[in-house]
């Protein structure tokens, strides 16, 4: 830590009272008056280096947070130590935005607020380390959209994270690049893991359970870039039964309830070695723009693509699932044998590329293809899609002082 850091920290931890003598109130909050006013403070004088430092302890905040300063670490004493509560919050759309680079924000809680919980945009070197956002209401609509949030980012490192009750995704990366979401646990939100019209992104060792839908990669059209190359792997995506609580109109509220894996107008995404069990609508679903029950009269870019290409599946351990999907897909069971198999494509092609590369290699794994443009009349479980790419996606490498402790 550079001497600049070593002096923010130290002059936090005098603003907020230190770590030893804090008295709490009936709600175990933290008798701070001045927490609120002194750490905005410290994040608006912030310098390139500083660590600001926030103890232990329950706090109120009212209003948003916010940071545009490069080369910030803010950090706590563990997620379920240092508590940030928004509860009360009367002002601002996230609980922090920030907008600097070189930003690092570790081990503390975001909780209750009226919007996203963090929000990081338009910026290079992103790291969010052993961070909660929580609602602790469980799942409402009302509840604030994303939880970890990094949008139109350079090289994002999320990892040792949890997010719960997000009425949209938990982690969302959306129309970034180069990009780690290792190691955290999704649990309660509509959406667990989203990955959004971004390129380059390794999505692995998180455990994503009892959401609407586990582990998402989206391409949505009408936004700057397109998204490709995501691995999902060694992930364990389990039950994520959970009513959908999205706000209508939203992406996320058409998700089944029971999905554990979807690509949606993605191209070149792998998914392998994962732990993928009872998602009831299905454990692995492909899809097209026109089966999601978005707006299609409005239009789209000329630009955007809204077929899934080259998708593969290989290496999974699928276990039941498919034994109770929603209404939409509830048509298949029947024809599948009482339950959906591990793999659900919609079965829409684009014209122009018939091969669409939908490759599924995993044992005795079957794909159902819903046939979707003709409204599930040719649906059946299809046997020629034991294809393999030509090469594998290559691992995402972050710059090195990204991955290191602070």
């Not at 923010?8 to 109130?25: E, F, I, Q, R, W």
């Not at 998180?206 to 582990?215: D, K, L, P, S």
């Not at 009872?278 to 089966?291: G, P």
């Not at 590329?353 to 443009?373: F, M, R």
């Amino acid at each position: 830590m550079t001497r600049t850091g070593l002096l923010a920290a130290s002059a936090v931890l005098a603003l907020l009272g230190g770590c030893g003598g804090a008295k709490t109130d009936a709600n175990g909050f933290t008798i701070d008056p001045d927490f609120e006013k002194n750490l905005q403070q410290k994040l608006l004088d912030a310098k390139p280096g500083d660590v600001v430092t926030i103890p232990a302890g329950k706090y109120k905040l009212t209003r948003s947070l916010s940071l545009t300063a490069d080369g910030v670490t803010v950090k706590g004493a563990g997620m379920d130590k240092t508590i940030l509560s928004f509860a009360r919050q009367t002002s601002g759309a996230e609980g922090m935005l920030v907008t600097g680079d070189d930003f690092t924000l570790q081990d503390l809680a975001l909780e209750d607020t009226k919007g996203d919980a963090l929000k990081v945009n338009g910026v290079k070197n992103t790291v969010i380390r052993r961070v909660r956002a929580e609602w602790t209401g469980g799942g409402k609509t009302s509840n604030g959209a994303y939880g970890l949030y990094p949008v139109q980012v350079t090289n994002v490192l999320i990892e040792g994270s949890v997010v719960k009750g997000a009425s949209d995704a938990g982690i969302y990366v959306g129309q970034s690049t180069n990009i780690i979401v290792r190691n955290n646990r999704a649990e309660g939100n509509v959406a667990g893991i989203e990955i959004e019209n971004s390129t380059g992104a390794d999505v692995y060792g998180n455990t994503a359970t009892g959401n609407t839908g586990g582990i998402l990669v989206f391409n949505m059209p009408n936004l700057p870039v397109p998204g490709s190359k995501t691995r999902v792997f060694k992930n364990k995506v389990t039950a994520n039964n959970h009513a959908n609580f999205g706000a209508a109109g939203s992406a996320v509220s058409s998700v089944p309830p029971g999905s554990g894996v979807i690509v949606n107008s993605n191209d070149e995404v792998e998914i392998f070695d994962n732990d993928i069990a009872d998602n009831q609508t299905a454990n692995v679903i492909i899809s097209s723009y026109y089966s999601t029950g978005f707006d299609t009269k409005k239009g789209v870019a000329a630009a955007y693509d809204p077929f899934p290409q080259n998708i593969y599946v290989t290496g999974n351990r699928f276990t039941g699932g498919g034994t109770d999907p929603g209404t939409k897909y509830a048509p298949l069971k029947a024809l599948a044998g009482g339950a959906l198999p591990a793999v659900l494509w919609d079965g829409f092609v684009d014209p122009k590329v018939p091969n669409a590369g939908i490759c599924v290699q995993n044992g005795d794994a079957k794909l159902l293809n819903a046939d979707g443009p003709h409204k599930f009349a040719g649906a059946k479980i299809d046997t020629s899609v034991g294809c393999a790419p030509p090469t594998r996606l290559p691992e995402i490498k972050l710059p090195d002082g990204m991955t290191k402790e602070k």
